[in-house]
């Protein structure tokens, strides 16, 4: 079965350009989550989905960032305009509601540059 | 959400056997530990989970006191490979679904 796939897995961009990422999660995970890990930092929560509806958005910072998922499967993570600051690695990950011990699976991650 | 402190680093050699110890003092009735490893240029990967006691798998045993505020994850006879960051986690997923990462703990397996 194939894992999480995350697309770009490179990105190099000027600032305040737009830019977006593509999660496709793992058949039948209704959970999906976009994190953005900073070198050397451990994964930072941008938001989380039940199915369509982000459940969780508290990090996310919605002046430039949004997020869908429609139809409960791909999510896309848009940033718009890019700021230097936003250069990391935006993971995706996946996993299964209503089990209290399972555990996520992510994808190999989007490394941005920001120029 | 219960907060984790883990070493910053550690360092050891090839088949030696690492115990990497997280604390978590304010851990719910509810919460599960989860370690996951990360390698350079990759996502986290789930290892163990458990809620208490021991719990041991092919890759690593967890093991959980009674009083589970603290975990210590075992790495028997480590090797090269095994160079990563090992992140504790706490919580529920069935609650909130909330995945928390601290700093971790970078492993340095030398020969």
């Known amino acids: 079965e194939a894992g999480v796939v995350q697309s770009p897995r490179y990105k190099i961009i000027e600032k305040k350009q737009p830019v977006a990422f593509w999660c496709n999660p793992i058949?039948?995970?209704?959970?999906l989550y976009w994190y953005r890990q900073n070198l050397g930092q451990g994964p930072e929560l941008l938001i989380r989905?039940?199915?369509?509806?982000?459940?969780?958005d508290s990090q996310l910072p919605k002046d430039r960032f949004s997020a869908e998922r429609l139809k409960g499967v791909d999510s896309t993570l848009k940033i718009q305009p890019a700021e230097l600051g936003d250069s990391a690695v935006y993971l995706c990950?996946?996993?299964?509601?209503?089990?209290?011990?399972?555990?996520?699976?992510f994808g190999q991650g989007t490394r941005l540059t920001v120029v | 959400l219960a907060k984790t402190t883990q070493p910053i680093s550690m360092d050891s050699y090839e088949g030696q056997e690492v115990n990497i110890t997280c604390s978590h003092n304010n851990i719910a009735t509810n919460d599960y530990i989860t370690w996951y490893q990360q390698f350079p240029s990759q996502g986290p990967r789930f290892i163990i989970q458990g809620y208490k006691t021991k719990v041991t798998n092919e890759v690593a045993s967890l093991f959980i006191p009674a009083d589970r505020k603290s975990s210590t994850l075992s790495l028997p006879r480590v090797s090269l490979s095994d160079t990563a960051v090992y992140y504790c986690?706490?919580?529920?997923?069935?609650?909130?679904?909330?995945?928390?990462f601290g700093q971790g703990t970078e492993l340095s397996v030398k020969p």
């Open positions: 990950a996946s996993s299964l509601r209503g089990r209290a011990n399972t555990e996520a699976f």
């Open positions: 989905y039940e199915n369509e509806e982000a459940v969780d």
């Open positions: 986690l706490v919580g529920a997923l069935n609650q909130g679904g909330k995945l928390i």
């Open positions: 058949s039948g995970h209704n959970t």
